[in-house]
């Protein structure tokens, strides 16, 4: 049974950092593309990061515009964790934040590409 359980949210004042993270409980992490997404109420959920491994040490990683040079995406294959850093945060990153994992090493910033989700973490930036 595959189950992600992320942690780290929480609330922040707007230009402070929080780190998420995303335990996976999954059968060969190293194959699966690992993604963040998050969502308000009354809106579709959004693409924030992911990261995909071609092996050895060479990782790919992907970036929303609106978070580029402020988010960070890492994995730790060997713990079966990935991690978003969120640096200089604005209210406007203020949803619940998902942690999503896909069943092949390929990426995707596409929401229902993704076959295994967590329950969300919620992430509050005050102005």
């Known amino acids: 049974q595959v189950q992600l359980v992320e942690s780290g949210g929480g609330l922040v004042q707007a230009g402070g950092s929080l780190r998420l993270s995303c335990a996976a409980s999954?059968?060969?992490?190293?194959?699966?593309?690992m993604g963040w997404f998050r969502q308000i109420p009354g809106k579709e959920r959004e693409f924030v990061a992911a990261?995909?491994?071609?092996?050895?040490?060479?990782?790919?990683?992907y970036y929303a515009d609106s978070v580029k040079g402020r988010f960070t995406i890492t994995r730790d294959n060997a713990k079966n964790t990935v991690y978003l850093q969120m640096t200089s945060l604005k209210p406007e990153d203020t949803a619940v934040y998902y942690c999503?994992?896909?069943?092949?090493?390929?990426?995707?910033?596409?929401?229902?590409?993704?076959?295994?989700w967590g329950q969300g973490t919620q992430v509050t930036v005050s102005s």
């Open positions: 999954i059968g060969t992490f190293s194959s699966y593309s």
């Open positions: 999503a994992a896909r069943a092949t090493p390929y990426y995707s910033g596409t929401a229902h590409s993704y076959d295994y």
């Open positions: 990261i995909t491994w071609a092996g050895g040490i060479v990782y790919y990683t």
